[in-house]
C-alpha cells in the first residue's frame, strides 16, 4: 500500500506539521476542514501543504516522518526549499476540481 510523509504550515510560515498517511488526499481535507478540533494542526492553522513525498510502502512513510520529526527545523525547511522553494499550497486545487466533476 502507497504511503505518504508530508508538511503543513501556517499562512505565516511559523509552525510546520509533520505527518504520514496512505490517502494524502483525505488527510489534506481533513486537516483543511478542522475534522479533529483538538488536533495540532487545528490549533496552530496548518492547513497549508507545503511538502510531501510518495512511497510504495506506507511503512516507508511512516519512518520518514519520524527522520523529519528528529531534525530540527532548518533541515524541514531544506526539504520543502528542494520541492517547493515558495512554499505554496500544493493542495490549492485538489478540491476545487473534484467539486467540478462530481
Not at 7 to 13: A, G, M, V, Y
Not at 23 to 46: M, Q, S, V, W
Not at 73 to 92: A, F, G, Y
Request: charged share 40%.
Amino acid at each position: 500500500m502507497k504511503g505518504y510523509c508530508y508538511i503543513l504550515t501556517n499562512k505565516n510560515k511559523t509552525v510546520l506539521y509533520v505527518g504520514a498517511t496512505n490517502n494524502l488526499k483525505r488527510r489534506i481535507r481533513d486537516h483543511k476542514e478542522g475534522k479533529y478540533p483538538n488536533a495540532f494542526t487545528k490549533r496552530y492553522n496548518c492547513d497549508k501543504l507545503v511538502y510531501f513525498e510518495e512511497f510504495e510502502d506506507v511503512k516507508d512513510a511512516f519512518e520518514r516522518e519520524q527522520q523529519l520529526k528528529a531534525g530540527n527545523r532548518k533541515r524541514k525547511e531544506e526539504s520543502i526549499n528542494s520541492k517547493n522553494p515558495e512554499w505554496k499550497d500544493l493542495s490549492e486545487d485538489w478540491f476545487d476540481r473534484e467539486v467540478d466533476s462530481e
